[in-house]
C-alpha cells in the first residue's frame, strides 16, 4: 500500500468521524456554542493583554509587542473547527468575526506606521487556510457520497440482472412447456410407429421360429428389423425427454446438423397430416460452434413449428444451414401465409401473437431471441405477405474459423 493511499484512507476515516456538515442544525448544535466560546476568550484575551501591556515599561518594547500576533494566531483554532464542522460558510463566518476583532486593535491600539496590514495579513491567512480544508473536506467527502452511492447502485443493478436472468430461465421453460404441449400428441403417434413395427416383427418372427422351414438368415433379418424399429423409438423418446429437461446454459461445441436433424424429429411429423413437403439442405462441412444444444434445438423446433402453422393448406418447408461471412446460419423458409407489415414490427414482443386463442401464448420468438442474444447471435426475419416467410438464426463462428477462411482466401487470391 503506497503512502498515498494510506493519508487517503487516514483523511476518509477523520472525515467520517466528523458529523457531517452541520449548517443546517444552527443554533441547537453544540460546537457552534463552543467555537463562540473559544472566539470570546481569543477576544478578551487579545484586548486585555493588550490594555495592560501598552505604553507599560519595559513591555512596550519590539519583543513584547509579538505577543499580540500570537494571540492572534489562536485565533486559527476556532476557524479551523468551524471549518471541519461548518465547512466553508463556517469559515467565512469566523474569518469575518476574526477580521472584526483585530480591527478595532490594529486602529486605535497599534503602534505601527501601518495598522491594518498585520491584520489584513493575519485574517487573509487564516480565511484561507480554512476555506482551503473546508473545500478539500467537501470534495473527498462528495467523492465518499458518490462511491457510496454507485457501489449501491451497482448491487441493486446486479440484483436486477440476477433477477432478469432467472425470469429468462423462468420464461424459456415455460415456452418450453408451451411446445411440448404441442408435440406430445403427435409424438405419441410418431412413437407407436416403431414400437408397433417392433412388435410385427417379433410375431413374426414367433411364427418363423415355430414353423417346419426355419430360416436362420430370415430370423436374422426379422431381429434386425426390431432392433432399427426399438432404436427409432428410443431415440425419439430420448430427444424429448432431454428437450422437457430443464438445464442450466451448458456451452460446448455443437453441430448445428445434429441439432436440426434432431429438431425436425420432434417437430416435423406435424407436416405429414397438413401435406406440407419437407426439403433439408444441410451443409456437411459446417464447422462446430460454442453453444448450448438444448437451447438452441428449442430455436429450431419453434421456427419449425411456426412455418407448418403458417401453411394450414399444405406447401413446402425448406430447411438450410450454410455460413456467411462470420455467421452460421440455420434457415427456415415456408410458402404459407407471410407476414404483414404492421406485425413485422410487433414479432419478438412478448405475449404477441397472430394465432387462434388456444393455440399459442406469443412467447416463442421473444425466447428464441432472448436465446441467440445469450449466445452472441440474432434472428433475422424476411418476409411477403401472401408469399411465404423466411427466418434466420445467425450464430457467430469461432475467431479459428475467421482466420482459416482468411487464410485460405489470401491463398486463393495468390494463386
Known sequence: MTIKSILRNMVTKTIEWLPQNETDRGVRSPHLWIIVVLLALGTFTYYVDQTQLINVPPFNNAFFTTVHDI???????????????????????????????????????????????????????????????ATQLNRIETETRARTELSAAYQELKESHQQLMESQEQLIHAEKL???????????????????????????LTRETTSDNFSKEGALDYLS?????????????????????????????????????QALALSAHSAKGQNIEVIKELNPSLPKVMADSDQLQQVCINLILNAIQAMPEGGRLIICTSTNGNWLKVEVQDTGCGISLENMRKLFTPFFTTKEKGKGVGLGLAVCQGIMQRHQG???????????????????????????KATTLGKGGES
Do not use: M, W
Open 71 to 133: 494571540h492572534r494566531t489562536l485565533f486559527l483554532i476556532p476557524i479551523v473547527y468551524a471549518a471541519l464542522l461548518f465547512r466553508v460558510r463556517g469559515s467565512l463566518i469566523t474569518s469575518f468575526v476574526f477580521l472584526c476583532v483585530v480591527l478595532p486593535r490594529g486602529l486605535l491600539f497599534s503602534p505601527y506606521s501601518e495598522p491594518l496590514l498585520r491584520p489584513l495579513v493575519f485574517v487573509s491567512f487564516a480565511a484561507f487556510i480554512s476555506l482551503l480544508i
Open 178 to 204: 408451451t411446445l411440448l404441449g404441442e408435440i406430445s400428441a403427435s409424438l405419441a403417434h410418431e412413437a407407436n410407429n416403431p414400437l408397433s413395427a417392433a412388435l410385427v416383427f417379433a410375431k413374426l
Open 225 to 261: 428389423q426390431i432392433d432399427s424399429a426399438l432404436t427409432r423409438g428410443i431415440r425419439l423418446i430420448q430427444n424429448f425427454v432431454a428437450f422437457g429437461r430443464q438445464s442450466p446454459p451448458n456451452l460446448r461445441p455443437v453441430d448445428i446438423n445434429d441439432i436440426v436433424n
Open 378 to 404: 440474432k434472428i433475422e426475419v424476411q418476409s411477403k405477405e401472401g408469399e411465404g416467410s423466411t427466418f434466420t438464426a445467425c450464430l457467430p463462428l469461432p475467431p479459428k474459423e475467421h482466420e482459416e
